[in-house]
């Protein structure tokens, strides 16, 4: 009985996390789509423009890739205490990922493909699995460390604004995208080889004391980002923004988990909570379904030759409003999204009922 409540406890919080990433990188996305740059620096677009870049661009599919190396670990573990073939079944989750990750791409080329990344990246994470969980972290932790010196060291080294210094700013840009996602995996696995999100309310003491040290560390890239955007109001071509939200990105993502981890943990916006961990539960679907979305509505609203960020943020209330929706209908009936199931049959080989088996209560 007690060990059916831990479970229950982890895969909700999982799920809200979840959730939460997809709404940021949903945000992050209906602005690309959007095709608005180079704001007026008195414009409502312009400030939007700096938080998003701050405060959304990079982090949520951060979380995400913390969330990638978290359900690989519980995927591992399964298979192998089921007495499978851990390391070939992991393969064939990865290769099987690959056609829904360019499915996604083809829905929206303008978008990073991310699921794609995730398919070919996560093959990395197949010599840890069986690393005690203090290596898996060092290695974390110095690959973290070489990034930021790396990204640092472009910025002081490239200070003259031309297109050729933009060029190599946005070359070490996807370098620094890569090392991020990959070290994301890695402390998604560690975490999930704790068991963290088994032992949440023993461990809040330690996540409140990281929660405070993550705002500390944070608040020298808003305060950097803000100036930065003041003094160069052109965004995309921004050098030095562009470095500060990368930098900004790691600390900010362990406030972003830690701040989670710690509402949910004081059951605070309990209705919420479960909207969230609703779409969480179907988050592949709903990653390729808000694609789908936003692709589809922007024709319907009229806005095929692009809209302000403004009108972005009311495309997102849709969008999400939606995949709350559809997720909450399809969760009373099956256990699994659509593509959960797709993605589970071929990473199995063979078919598994789809009907509902629990839920929240």
Not at 62 to 68: D, P
Not at 278 to 292: C, F, K, M, N, Q
Request: glycine share 6%.
């Amino acid at each position: 009985m007690h060990t059916t409540k831990k479970i229950s406890t982890r895969t909700m919080s999982l799920d809200i996390i979840r959730g939460v990433a997809l709404l940021g990188v949903l945000i992050v996305h209906a602005a690309s789509f959007s095709r608005a740059n180079n704001f007026s620096i008195h414009s409502l677009d312009y400030y939007l423009s700096i938080f998003n870049q701050l405060f959304f661009e990079f982090m949520f599919v951060s979380i995400y890739s913390f969330l990638f190396g978290v359900g690989s670990q519980m995927f591992f573990s399964r298979a192998q205490q089921r007495e499978l073939r851990s390391y070939q079944l992991f393969s064939r989750r990865l290769i099987t990922l690959l056609p829904i990750g360019i499915i996604s791409m083809l829905i929206a080329p303008q978008v990073t493909p991310i699921l794609v990344m995730y398919s070919l990246l996560g093959f990395i994470l197949v010599p840890f699995f069986k690393l005690k969980p203090r290596i898996i972290l060092r290695v974390a932790g110095i690959l973290a460390s070489c990034n930021m010196i790396l990204m640092i060291g472009t910025m002081v080294f490239i200070t003259a604004d031309t297109s050729i210094a933009l060029l190599i700013t946005v070359f070490m840009h996807y370098i620094y995208y890569i090392l991020l996602i990959v070290s994301m995996f890695l402390l998604g696995l560690y975490v999930g080889k704790i068991d963290l999100f088994q032992q949440l309310s023993q461990q809040i003491s330690i996540i409140k004391r990281i929660h405070k040290i993550s705002l500390f560390l944070s608040l020298p890239f808003v305060l950097g980002g803000v100036w930065t955007g003041y003094i160069h109001p052109k965004i995309s071509e921004n050098i030095f923004i562009l470095g500060i939200s990368d930098l900004a990105s790691y600390p900010f993502v362990i406030f972003y988990l830690s701040s989670m981890l710690i509402l949910y943990n004081k059951n605070y916006f309990v209705y919420i909570h479960k909207s969230l961990s609703y779409v969480g539960r179907i988050s592949l679907t709903a990653y390729v379904g808000h694609l789908l979305l936003l692709k589809l509505l922007t024709p319907l609203l009229g806005w095929t030759h692009g809209y302000t960020l403004v009108q972005s943020l009311v495309l997102v209330f849709i969008v999400f409003t939606i995949l709350i929706i559809f997720s909450f209908v399809w969760m009373q009936k099956f256990q699994q999204g659509p593509l959960e199931k797709i993605w589970r049959l071929f990473t199995y080989g063979k078919y598994a009922p789809i009907k509902k088996l629990s839920c929240y209560k």
